[in-house]
């Protein structure tokens, strides 16, 4: 029998009271959904519940045993393991599959023994088999997809035999194929009595795969209900303390003149002879399942990656970039995909952040104007809804969707003609998300041009005017979105083309 309970926990960083008295409880082989909105307190209850936070107040007991943890390994120690979202925090890139799966049988093994390197191999391939998949032990883990890095993690948690597996936003990086094999993965566990705590904002899969739903909002607990006594809209509802209507606010902006244009464009990560253009006013989406290349021709575009052939233009000026730079320089803007390795600076405040790309709008002569670098940056985080205390907050302290926002606002006070989004609502909750949608509504209705890169068909149809559906690193085909379906996204997303 094995049985979590946290009692009256509480956590408070200065200025901000993350946790607020939370109970939350997980039985024996339960699927237990955690969700609320960013900023509730769920990242930090289970960084209590993982040693790499030290409560204030509370109690934690396992089997009606009572348990401290002052550090990651205390947790570990009592059969508890997290797979956290940002992937590439977790793993050890330059180390193969193999390594980072046999992590801790490698730094446990005695330091004076030879290391069985065979075993670590078979062992490695043994797990990942187990898994469903198909992935070279031998690969470095750099060479590797998000996805493939996120079935790694999960393949070294399941090899700790963990009691409660802790899964952080587990299938924002994986394809639907890819999902259902970890919930298959999900259901095996539980069989074998591991309790399975699922954190997501995806509500659909939490009626899927969960049991059990816990509700926190703004650092309390809203409430423990089950799953078959629930709607979507019921946990919406209590995750907010509001009903959310218009999911999808759509701006009718005026559509003007071509702004962005790209020619036969082939570049690195597979982007074969590309063709998109933007017009003023315009959200065009590109669409496409994991591996489609979305990501890889968003980089391309931005000049972060190489282009081979082709071009990229701007109002008919041939702008092809080369590296970010010259890119900002052409007024193109972009928010990348995974936001803590590359959108922002995690260990710099908000207002650094904030107003980096701009930097040079706020000097005199060599000098920081400090006083209007401040009041930009308070600004835009009330025009963003940033929630924090101070503009002088460090971004890591921050949740996963104010860390977006804070990504998006640096790009709002630019001067920027068109906007690149690469899933810019990943790991973000209901209300933020909506909150992102305004903010590239109001783009749009200054005039503005933006690429919307998702794998949601959901946010297509709500947003876009036109799309381009991407396959196999190029576009397949280009649709018009109010005479389109997700029926039809998922068919040239898969393949399908206009012969059969």
């Known amino acids: 029998m094995s049985n979590l309970e946290m009692k009256n926990i509480s956590k408070e960083f200065p200025g901000v009271k993350a946790l607020i008295d939370v109970d939350f409880s997980v039985k024996e082989g339960e699927i237990h959904a955690l969700v609320g909105a960013n900023g509730a307190g769920k990242s930090t209850l289970m960084k209590v519940l993982t040693g790499v936070y030290i409560k204030d107040t509370g109690s934690i007991k396992i089997d009606g045993e009572q348990v401290e943890f002052n550090n990651p390994q205390d947790a570990k120690d009592n059969g508890i393991t997290i797979v956290y979202q940002e992937v590439d925090t977790a793993l050890i890139p330059y180390l193969s599959v193999a390594e980072n799966i046999m992590m801790d049988y490698i730094i446990e093994k005695d330091t004076k023994a030879f290391l069985n390197w065979n ?43 963990a009691k409660f597996l802790l899964l952080d936003e587990p299938t924002a990086p994986l394809s639907v194929e890819e999902t259902e094999k970890l919930f298959d993965i999900v259901r095996k566990l539980q069989k074998d009595g591991v309790s399975v705590v699922f954190i997501s904002h995806r509500l659909d899969e939490i009626f899927e795969i969960c049991e059990v739903v816990t509700v926190l909002k703004d650092g309390e607990l809203v409430g423990t209900y089950p799953i078959s006594d629930m709607t979507i809209e019921t946990v919406v509802e209590k995750m907010l303390g509001r009903k959310l209507e ?18 036969e464009l082939h570049g690195k990560g597979g982007i074969n002879n590309v063709n998109i253009h933007v017009k003023e006013g315009e959200i065009v989406g590109l669409v496409g399942l994991v591996g489609a290349g979305k990501t890889e021709l968003c980089k391309l575009l931005f000049g972060a990656e190489p282009i081979y052939n082709g071009g990229v233009y701007m109002r008919g000026k041939d702008i092809t970039p080369k590296t970010p730079t010259h890119a900002l320089s052409s007024k193109l803007a972009f928010v990348p995909e995974e936001r803590r390795k590359e959108g922002i600076l995690v260990h710099e405040n908000i207002e650094t952040n904030m107003t980096l790309p701009t930097l040079s709008k706020y000097t005199k ?25 101070s503009e002088k907050q460090m971004v890591s302290n921050l949740s996963g969707g104010n860390q977006q926002k804070v990504a998006i606002g640096k790009w709002i006070i630019s001067d920027a003609e068109v906007f690149i989004f690469d899933e810019p609502t990943k790991g973000v909750d209901v209300g933020s998300k909506a909150d992102i949608y305004r903010l590239i509504g109001d783009l749009v209705d200054q005039g503005k041009g933006v690429v919307y890169a998702t794998c949601e068909f959901s946010e297509i149809l709500g947003l876009t005017d036109r799309v381009y559906v991407m396959y196999n690193g190029t576009i397949i085909k280009e649709l018009v979105t109010a005479e389109t379906n997700e029926e039809e996204l998922l068919y040239y997303s898969a393949g399908g083309n206009d012969e059969k």
């Open 365 to 389: 002569r060599s000098f920081m104007q400090r006083n209007v670098i401040r009041k930009v940056a308070q600004d835009t985080i009330k025009q963003v809804g940033v929630k924090t205390p």
């Open 246 to 263: 218009n999911t999808f606010p759509k701006i009718n902006a005026k559509i003007g003149e071509k702004v962005f244009d790209v020619r």
């Open 119 to 161: 075993y670590i191999r078979k062992e490695a391939k043994k797990i990942l088999s187990s898994l469903g998949l198909d992935i070279d032990v031998n690969r470095l883990i750099s060479d590797l997809t998000l996805s493939e890095k996120q079935m790694v993690l999960i393949g070294r948690a399941v090899s700790q035999n």
